[in-house]
């Protein structure tokens, strides 16, 4: 029996760490600019800046000009919320 809760458990914990990874998102594209702490791709006549850090693996020469694929995530620095929902009302 306590083994059957510990798996239970433990399944459940598992099922609950995979879905709080972050979506993990590519753009691919000649390097416009490189700086310290940021990156600029050009994807078609767009220009994406993404921010790096110490922690950003990064594998080759990277420098103006080479291609690259950039791996980033989406994450929330701050979030403001400006007033209460309002009620949805019901139509009769």
Do not use: C, H
Not at 25 to 35: A, N
Not at 44 to 63: F, Q, Y
């Amino acid at each position: 029996m306590r083994l059957t809760a510990t798996l239970a458990g433990l399944t459940l914990l598992a099922a609950s760490t995979a879905f709080a990874a972050p979506k993990t998102y590519q753009v691919t594209g000649p390097v416009l600019e490189v700086k310290a702490d940021t990156i600029v791709v050009e994807k078609g006549k767009e220009k994406w800046e993404i921010a790096k850090d110490k922690n950003t693996k990064t594998t080759g020469d990277l420098k103006v000009g080479s291609k690259v694929t950039v791996m980033y995530t989406m994450k929330a620095a701050t979030i403001d919320v400006k007033g209460e929902a309002k009620a949805a009302t019901k139509k009769k």
